[in-house]
Every structure is written in C-alpha cells, then in structure tokens.
C-alpha cells in the first residue's frame, strides 16, 4: 500500500509556464518534506513543512501543507528548463518514525 | 561534516556474490534508513534505526538482506547471494530528533550505491 500518493506522475511543460504537483495521503504527517532528485544522485531537501496551513516559498517555489496535515502540494511559477527533475514528497507517519516518499512526480521542462 | 556519505557509489556484481554497503551519517544524527529506488519511481523504505537498535523492517527486506548499526555511527546493508531484480540504487538517510514527539522528522541523503547485478 502506497501511503503517498503524488499527482501527476509525469509533466512536461514549456518554459515559462506554471505547474502544481500534489502530495496526497489518508494518514496524518508529522511534517512533509519535499526533495528534487537529479538522475544517479540521492535527494536533495527543498523544504520542510511543519504546521497545517502552513505556506513556504522558496523563490519561484511555493510549498502548502494541508490544514489536517495529510496533503501538500508544490507550486512552480514560471518554470525554467533546470526545474528539470524527480520531484518527491516524504515524511514521518504521526506517532511513528518510518520516514515514507511519494511516488514521484517526473518534470521536465522544454526550452 | 559534509554529510552523509555512501560507499561505494557503484557496484557491479555476478548473481549469487555476496555485496555489502556503507552508510555514513551526519554525526550528531540518531536516525539513520535506508531505502531502495528503481529508475524513476520514488524510494522505497527498507529499514531505519534509532542509534543502534533496528526498530522496523519492511517486507521488502528478504531474509537475504541485513542491516547493522553497530555503534550507533555508520551503517552497513548486506545483500546475501544477489539476484537480478535487487539491482537498484540503494540509498541512505539521517535525521535527528531529540525525543519522541519531535516533528520536524526531515532527512538528508547519500549519493546512493548503484548495484549492477548481472
């Protein structure tokens, strides 16, 4: 049973365009991290999201965490050819320490 | 610290050898996992300690796999008579959290271990 869903799976988009990836679950996270993965490396951290409603931005990234703490989604504006990546959602079950991903979410941007 | 850090990067080995991996995490961090991932699909949860103890295993983990923290410091995965479908990046994680409670659970990478079982 996958606890983390993501939404779309894949996205290919133009330069310049929006786009939002979805991080949904029925279980309550302590707090939701986001990771971006480039082909043969490890994940690397974006952002860690920790209250319900809670909004983060990170330049052209804005990152939402659910009011009942089970969701979260990224938002990208404007997107540029290096946002180019895996995008992963993660987190620790509430009440458990298993640290859980999503199942990804592949963007690619086309110049 | 530079982070955590794997050894090796890449493996290539005969069906049926044994391999083990190396994990070692940011120092002050008392949690460390490890999970495998396949080629764009997101990675799968194999097992984590709390300093020393292994506190869960996923079923993923055949009695062919091992993990150990011996000290609390560095971890190693072994993978006993290898098979074709356990070739994978096999990645390592860290975090810390001060006591049961602590939310903020986010956890830094490796680079991974690409194993080529062939």
């Known amino acids: 049973t996958q606890l983390l869903e993501q939404s779309p799976q894949f996205l290919s988009i133009q330069e310049g365009e929006n786009l939002t990836v979805y991080c949904n679950s029925s279980?309550?996270?302590?707090?939701l991290q986001w990771y971006r993965q480039e082909p043969g490396e490890g994940p690397v951290l974006l952002v860690t999201?920790?209250?319900?409603?809670e909004v983060k931005k990170l330049k052209r990234l804005t990152f939402q965490f659910g009011d009942a703490r089970k969701d979260s989604s990224l938002h990208i504006t404007a997107a540029q050819t290096g946002d180019t990546g895996l995008y992963l959602c993660?987190?620790?079950?509430?009440?458990?320490?298993?640290?859980?991903f999503g199942t990804g979410t592949r963007l690619k941007v086309l110049a | 610290d530079t982070g955590v850090s794997q050894d090796p990067r890449h493996k290539i080995t005969k069906r049926g050898q044994n391999v083990t991996f190396r994990c070692d995490p940011i120092?002050?961090?008392?949690?460390l996992y490890w999970y495998r991932q396949t080629l764009g699909q997101g990675p799968e949860f194999l097992t984590y300690?709390?300093?020393?103890?292994?506190?869960?295993k996923s079923r993923l983990l055949s009695d062919r796999f091992s993990a150990e923290r011996p000290k609390g410091s560095f971890s190693t995965l072994e993978i006993q008579r290898t098979e074709q479908g356990d070739s994978a990046m096999y990645l390592c994680?860290?975090?810390?959290?001060?006591?049961?409670?602590?939310?903020?659970?986010?956890?830094?990478f490796g680079q991974g271990t690409r194993l080529t079982v062939v």
């Open positions: 994680a860290s975090s810390f959290a001060p006591g049961q409670g602590f939310r903020r659970t986010e956890a830094f």
């Open positions: 279980s309550v996270f302590s707090s």
């Open positions: 999201v920790v209250t319900g409603g």
């Open positions: 993660a987190g620790a079950i509430w009440g458990t320490y298993k640290y859980i």
């Open positions: 120092s002050e961090h008392n949690r």
């Open positions: 300690f709390q300093n020393e103890a292994q506190l869960e």
